[in-house]
């Protein structure tokens, strides 16, 4: 709760574990679950709320006017702040990576609906990161892209609240910023082992980002860098046609960004073993099905 009269925009209370199993997995001495984060929110979706809630209970006992984050086209980081922004009443500003498009993603579109204003900056000035001229102004509340920093870490260590650590030997998570991961690793405090699916291409800097959010004693991950799919928000038909296999066999939809590859990588690792006989796993769904409203209708079957 944000502030004692308005109730939290979000249904954490959804939030539900499903067991899963492929017929390819049979005589695989493993269990697999899954943490639903994704029926949540349809917008502020998965770990999206997590990370964001001490962010914005600090910006909002600060008294701040305006919050400023960061985010690419596509970005569910920012949909979510947004939506969050317009429901606590406070303005919002994305500072987006690239040339202004011609055509607006639907991500971009429905952040304005909420209210949030733009300024488009090339990538050079975007990596960064700082503030375009003139942009911060006082009572501007700056939250990193994809929430990166203690106040993300801190709410995502709220997801452990969600499931018993105790009952699995490894969770396994994708990680794009790492903030999730370390949320995740923080919170478990050692008792699973972290699998973090890397979606990002060559991602050299991703467990030095996830450890710097971390205690130095709080080791217990290992970062999986085999499947990107290309990089970040890159797909293949192998990668489509995994999502909709999937979900006919479970009935778990997915995102390309994300989950797809998180799933992929889950199902890969079980065939080929990496996971010791009586391995009882936890994979997070941490949402972002609205990315793929960049793909055409109909490649998807649900
Ligand atoms: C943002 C996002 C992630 C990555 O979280 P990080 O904390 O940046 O690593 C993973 N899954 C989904 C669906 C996301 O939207």
């Excluded at 304005?112 to 001229?133: I, L, T």
């Excluded at 990107?228 to 006919?248: D, H, T, V, W």
Aim: charge should be neutral; include cysteine; proline fraction near 5%.
């Amino acid at each position: 709760m944000i502030e004692s009269n308005k109730k939290i925009p979000v249904h954490p209370e959804r939030i539900r574990t499903d067991n899963i199993h492929r017929p390819s997995w049979d005589g695989m001495d493993v269990e697999a679950d899954v943490l639903r984060l994704d029926l949540v929110d349809p917008v502020i979706s998965g770990n999206k709320w997590f990370k964001l809630e001490y962010y914005l209970r600090d910006a909002i006992a600060k008294g701040c006017k305006r919050i400023i984050t960061y985010g690419g086209a596509w970005s569910n980081h920012l949909l979510a702040t947004a939506a969050a922004c317009k429901y606590f009443g406070i303005a919002s500003l994305g500072i987006i990576r690239g040339e202004e498009p011609a055509t607006w993603s639907s991500t971009l579109q429905q952040a304005r609906e909420y209210g949030m204003e733009f300024q488009f900056v090339s990538r050079e000035a975007y990596r960064s990161k700082q503030n375009p001229d003139g942009v911060k102004n006082e009572g501007d509340y700056v939250i990193p892209e994809g929430g990166y920093g203690m106040p993300g870490v801190k709410g995502a260590a709220n997801i452990c609240t969600y499931f018993n650590p105790h009952a699995y030997s490894h969770i396994c998570c994708a990680t794009g910023t790492g903030t999730m991961t370390a949320g995740l690793i923080s919170g478990i405090q050692g008792i699973s082992s972290v699998c973090a699916i890397s979606v990002l291409k060559n991602d050299t800097g991703c467990a030095d980002r996830i450890k710097s959010l971390l205690d130095p004693g709080d080791n217990s991950f290992q970062v999986i860098d085999e499947f990107p799919f290309g990089g970040y928000a890159k797909y293949n038909p192998a990668l489509i046609s995994f999502m909709n296999e999937f979900y006919s066999t479970t009935g778990i939809p997915t995102d390309i960004v994300y989950t797809a590859k998180l799933f992929y990588a889950l199902d890969q690792l079980i065939l080929r073993g990496y996971f010791p006989p009586g391995s009882k796993i936890l994979t997070i769904h941490s949402g972002g099905l609205q990315g793929n409203s960049s793909l055409e209708n109909g490649t998807l079957i649900w």
